[in-house]
T-cell receptor, first 113, second 114 residues
Framework: QQQVKQSPQSLIVQKGGISIINCAYE??????FPWYQQFPGKGPALLIA?????SEKKEGRFTISFNKSAKQFSLHIMDSQPGDSATYFC????????????FGSGTRLQVQP | ETGVTQTPRHLVMGMTNKKSLKCEQH?????MYWYKQSAKKPLELMFV???????ENNSVPSRFSPECPNSSHLFLHLHTLQPEDSALYLC?????????????FGQGTRLTVV
């Protein structure tokens, strides 16, 4: 049973456009929601993260929107650039018990010039 | 570089071989993790070590055997693997597993079982 569901599986965006990736979770014990970026041949790297006490967090061109009641969160990449082409993973971490990230299935983003 | 180094980067092994994957972190972190990344599947947590003690084994087959001799080093010993075990194996570390701190990943070992 997949605890964090991510969509779409792949995404093609034109340079300068907005990339939107969505995730949904089921377990209300999750209290930390990071997004990781992975380039080919590299391990995932933290991009941005949010806690459920805020509805939005922005860092440069990257924004997380969080809807606690719907148990959904999304990543928005504004002014998408070819260098943003990578695989993006949402993740979630519980406040108690298992202290390791549960990942979504990933979204392969391609930004066309 | 993230401060987490994995070796080897690539490994091809037969089903009867025994090999080991190595992970070293230079960040002073207290927790280390093994993840398996297969095509079109979420990263799967395999093992968690907290202050050198294994705190989680996520129902991993016994043909995978982890070892954590100290908080900076983590090994994954492999024996009698199956072709479906072919995947990217990622090591990660974090400062404190009881807090929501960033996990730093190594570049992974691409394992092919033939």
């Amino acid at each position: 049973q997949q605890q964090v569901k991510q969509s779409p599986q792949s995404l093609i965006v034109q340079k300068g456009g907005i990339s939107i990736i969505n995730c949904a979770y089921e377990n209300t014990a999750f209290d930390y929601f990071p997004w990781y970026q992975q380039f080919p041949g590299k391990g995932p790297a933290l991009l941005i993260a949010i806690r459920p006490d805020v509805s939005e967090k922005k860092e440069g061109r990257f924004t997380i929107s969080f809807n606690k009641s719907a148990k959904q969160f999304s990543l928005h990449i504004m002014d998408s650039q070819p260098g943003d082409s990578a695989t993006y993973f949402c993740a979630a971490l519980k406040d108690t018990g298992r202290r390791a990230l549960t990942f979504g299935s990933g979204t392969r983003l391609q930004v066309q010039p | 570089e993230t401060g987490v180094t994995q070796t080897p980067r690539h490994l091809v092994m037969g089903m009867t071989n025994k090999k080991s994957l190595k992970c070293e972190q230079h960040l002073g972190h207290n927790a280390m993790y093994w993840y398996k990344q297969s095509a079109k599947k979420p990263l799967e947590l395999m093992f968690v070590y907290n202050f050198k003690e294994q705190t989680e084994n996520n129902s991993v087959p016994s043909r995978f055997s982890p070892e954590c001799p100290n908080s900076s080093h983590l090994f994954l010993h492999l024996h009698t693997l199956q072709p479906e075990d072919s995947a990217l194996y990622l090591c990660a570390s974090s400062q404190d597993p009881t807090e929501n701190t960033e996990a730093f990943f190594g570049q992974g070992t691409r394992l092919t079982v033939v």
